[in-house]
Nanobody, 111 residues
Framework: QVHVVESGGGLVQPGESLRLSCVASATIFRIGGWGWYRQAPGKARERVAEIPSSGSTYYADSVKGRFAISRDNARNTVLLQMDSLKPEDTAVYSC?????WGQGTQVTVSA
């Protein structure tokens, strides 16, 4: 059975950090690519970071230098380390692996 499940969201203050995790079933994890997206209320979904099956890692300009995407192949997991969080990072963050979407996890950055 194919699955993609995110975790790690929450409420943090500006300047703090969060790490999101995305566990995928092995069959699709092996296929790749691996990406994180976000959607804020009233806005279109935005690609945040992606490790493609081939090519270079992508980061949105708004998160460069603050976010880092990585893979833990032994655990079929994609991680998104988010540092120096800002209120404008508030959104539902979703993971996509080999075209399969997870349900999303809420990240709220507020004082």
């Amino acid at each position: 059975q194919v699955h993609v499940v995110e975790s790690g969201g929450g409420l943090v203050q500006p300047g703090e950090s969060l790490r999101l995790s995305c566990v995928a079933s092995a069959t699709i994890f092996r296929i790749g690519g691996w990406g994180w997206y976000r959607q804020a209320p009233g806005k279109a979904r935005e690609r945040v970071a992606e490790i493609p099956s081939s090519g270079s890692t992508y980061y949105a300009d708004s998160v460069k230098g603050r976010f880092a995407i990585s893979r833990d192949n032994a655990r079929n997991t994609v991680l998104l380390q988010m540092d120096s969080l800002k209120p404008e990072d508030t959104a539902v963050y979703s993971c996509q692996v080999a075209g399969i979407w997870g349900q999303g996890t809420q990240v709220t950055v507020s004082a």
